[in-house]
């Protein structure tokens, strides 16, 4: 026996692997578990495959832990390996004078330091996007109005594969807001790099046709001091699976990682959410909000967070709502919460999906408020607490437009 | 002066047994500064008749009339009517996600009266009548009724009641799960709000507690579906005494529970 088992058996205290009275060894579980429909469930949300090739990820079929809610059968033209179709998408940088950088080629760094696919879409966009656009706020600017990058798809059906590389520099402070319209089969990477105390903003706008296909993963890497925002903001498309990643290279860094999602009839709206509290003392947030009406209407979010052993004095918090305003719909939400030490400030997760119901309706109705106010009243006050985040007033005003547009669509 | 006048009103719910009756001909006349107590046992329909006179889609009025100062008040759509002037404060407020009471209040003051307050005063109206029902001031940030107690809830009916001036209140058992304090609290905003003449009220309860603090006029009282007994203050003392049972022993059904 040890000398610490020996102790606890002298003591009467029940001995736990891994596990001591201060609690700060806590481990992860080593041994993989399976889901009653057969998927597999990996040990530590670290050990999910990462790869630059596409052969590495073989095409999901939806038993995966990752796909278990998407219709995969849907995305297998984007899951192919496949260069873009000619004018698939077209791109319009609005940035001051010196923000674009020459594109940056496969393998030329920065690029693909901080993002490494963590799927095949992300692993297919990676090697069919020869040239990422590239731009970078200089250190210690403080540009008054948002760098826009706006994403055109000319099609549906039509294949494009992108890769953006953002970098703040040090002590820089910037809104960056990229805009997804029009119709495409689109596989995104944004690749995000927040200097020493810079302050980013990233807003990802999805306004797509109601046929587009969606998938993107953004991946930001924050520096000490940094201040990072992630906002994903998805009221269009067929299908949107958005994965928004971050971690650390400094201490005393913050990521919020926030979203906003309505989904209509016969859309699937997914956004995963993945902080990666890699280094000490660093504060993470992450706040999804979704509304659901329509027969079909479906959104999934799966919010993991990971707090390694060596990230003591950690706080970090996550939390999704969804609010079903219809019969018909299906709202999916998975937190995920792994604690590796114990030496932590907060960590902390909720979930609710509630509803809209017959009942609301009647109070609201019984003070004198017509239905149909009385439906937006509740929406936009649900979704106003993400809109605020956003502090460019141009965008919160188009975005409440695009709300009230979603709503009244419901009501026809 | 306005009239509220409810004609052997019958109303039915839908039960997996299929139609079932619950009112079974009231008949009642409420007028303008006056206060009538409904009184009765659990499934007489008490609650049945306030929640038809606001408009609830679950009961169906099968014949009888409901009219406010002559107009047809079965016609109204719900928010139709309390913009006409009926207020319903209910037994069970419910909870609305993603609404602030503070926006809540302005929003429903604004489609009752057909204009927007006037914004100075009426923050200051607002925080004036928080105060006297001693509601804390954070309640106006918070969303409507999410995570106030049974209490709280009550207080914050009564808060509408007040800000939103109705001609008819109908109080759905507003006592009950009140303790003596909040009671008190309470009756005295219905206390207010009826000392300005411009109101009458409908005070639906099981116990007579709250008749100590609001004192009616009239007093009814309803047995399976219908007003057996009709009388002044006196026969409240009387129920005090007495209880229901003379009146359920003689009601055949009325024992039976039904929902209200």
Redesign the interface.
Known sequence: MTAEATEKARIGAPSIAGFTEEGEQLVSSKVDHKHNDGTTVMASRAERLTSQNVADFKLPDGREEEWRFTPVRELVPLLTDGANDDDALRTVVEAPEGFQAAPLAIGQAPRATTLVPADRAAAVASANAPEALHVVVPAGAQPEEPVRVVLSGQGAGKRSNSHIVLEAGAGSKSVVIIEHEGSANHNGNVEIFVGEAAELTVVSVQLWEDDAIHLAQHDALVAKEGVYKHIAVTLGGKIVRLNSNVRFSGEQAEAELLGLYFADAGQHLEHRSFVDHNVPNCTSNVLYKGALQGAGAHTVWVGDCLIQKQAVGTDSYEKNQNLVLTDGCRADSVPNLEIETGLIAGAGHASSTGRFDDEHLFYLMARGIPEDVARRLVVRGFLNEIVQKIKVPALEERLTEAIESELTAGEN | MSTLEIKDLHVSIETEQGEKEILKGVSLVIKTGETHAIMGPNGSGKSTLASTI????RYTVTSGSITLDGEDVLEM???E???AGLF?A?QY??E?????MT??LR??KT??DGEAPALRTWTKDVKAAMDQLRIDADFAQR??NEGFSGGEKKRVEIL?LEL?KPKFAVLDETDSGLDVDALKVVSEGVNRAHATGNMGTLLITHYTRILRYIKPEFVHVFVDGKVVEQGGPELADRLEDEGYDRYVAGAGSAAEPAAV
Do not use: E, K, W
């Open positions: 606001a408009g609830h889609p759509s719900v928010d009517r309390a913009r319903l209910m407020p419910v609305v996600p993603g609404v602030t926006n809540f929003t429903a489609a009752i969303n409507v509408q939103f």
